[in-house]
Nanobody, 115 residues
Framework: QVQLVESGGGLVQPGGSLRLSCASS????????MGWYRQVPGKQRELVAV???????NYADCVKGRFTISRDNTKNTMYLQMNSLRPEDTAVYCC?????????WGRGTQVTVSP
């Protein structure tokens, strides 16, 4: 079964930047759509951004203009570039991908935005 592993999280000051990576054990060409979600304890998982195989994207209103989602098929990796980070962006960020067979999730990577 396909595995997804996130990396790139960490501690950053407000206004700073991070780039998250989501590496797949298989070809991401098989994913018709991939996305990034985030979750804070006690709250529902929130959609951050999605990207289709053709390159079309969609973002949550609160991250528009600050975050950019992308896919690199040669590296079997999806990315989330996060700029102008705010304390409210603090969360565990998880990636997923959808195939004909099903939906796959990574374990997540912690992003903390704090002075």
């Amino acid at each position: 079964q396909v595995q997804l592993v996130e990396s790139g999280g960490g501690l950053v000051q407000p206004g700073g930047s991070l780039r998250l990576s989501c590496a797949s054990s298989g070809s991401i060409f098989s994913f018709s759509v991939m996305g990034w979600y985030r979750q804070v304890p006690g709250k529902q998982r929130e959609l951050v951004a999605v990207i289709a195989r053709g390159g079309s994207t969609n973002y949550a209103d609160c991250v528009k203009g600050r975050f950019t989602i992308s896919r690199d098929n040669t590296k079997n990796t999806m990315y989330l570039q996060m700029n102008s980070l705010r304390p409210e962006d603090t969360a565990v960020y998880c990636c997923n991908g959808r195939t004909v067979i099903g939906v796959y999730w990574g374990r997540g990577t912690q992003v903390t935005v704090s002075p």
